[in-house]
């Protein structure tokens, strides 16, 4: 009876109906986006997405976050200055720690697939119900192989 259920579309259903729930644009979106592809002959581009799609989204995120440098919107002395101050050393030293996490991450979820599926519905529900921000599943994955002792 349930054989002909496609339960991947369905879940990627849940998460759109979670994305309108709780206004959440990027869900919203990006579940839209995956069911548009999954139900037509867009799915054949899945492999590249899977392969190229965390790349593309990551080196998206580092253009933004470099713009205000680029566009003169953080002047230079001011980047100079974060060497000054406690605070934005201590930001250097978050952002060293984040990124040696993610890179953890990484790790830990080619080496340990099977707690990928767990990592990501943990990032969609906190985008979804808590307004967060989808850039959690390597910093999680990072975090878990501290707490598992894995890399």
């Given at each position: 009876m349930f054989s002909h259920l496609d339960l991947n579309?369905?879940?990627?259903?849940i998460l759109l109906a979670c994305?309108?729930?709780s206004?959440?644009?990027?869900?919203?979106?990006?579940?839209a986006v995956l069911i548009i592809f999954r139900i037509t002959p867009l799915q054949e581009f899945f492999p590249y997405i899977q392969q190229y799609g965390l790349h593309l989204g990551i080196?998206?995120?580092?253009?933004?976050v470099l713009t205000p440098i680029a566009s003169g919107a953080?002047?230079?002395?001011?980047?100079?200055?974060?060497?000054l101050h406690w605070k934005s050393l201590l930001?250097?030293?978050?952002?060293?720690?984040v990124a040696w996490l993610?890179?953890?991450?990484?790790?830990?979820?080619?080496?340990?697939?099977?707690?990928v599926a767990g990592l990501l519905i943990g990032t969609v529900a906190g985008v979804a119900l808590l307004r967060g921000v989808p850039v959690g599943p390597l910093i999680a994955a990072?975090?878990?192989s501290l707490l598992i002792g894995q890399r």
């Open positions: 579309l369905i879940v990627l259903i994305g309108i729930f206004h959440n644009s990027t869900i919203t979106i990006a579940a080196l998206i995120l580092t253009i933004g953080i002047a230079g002395e001011t980047i100079l200055q974060s060497f930001a250097i030293a978050v952002g060293v720690l993610g890179a953890r991450g990484v790790s830990l979820m080619s080496h340990q697939p099977n707690v990072g975090f878990l």
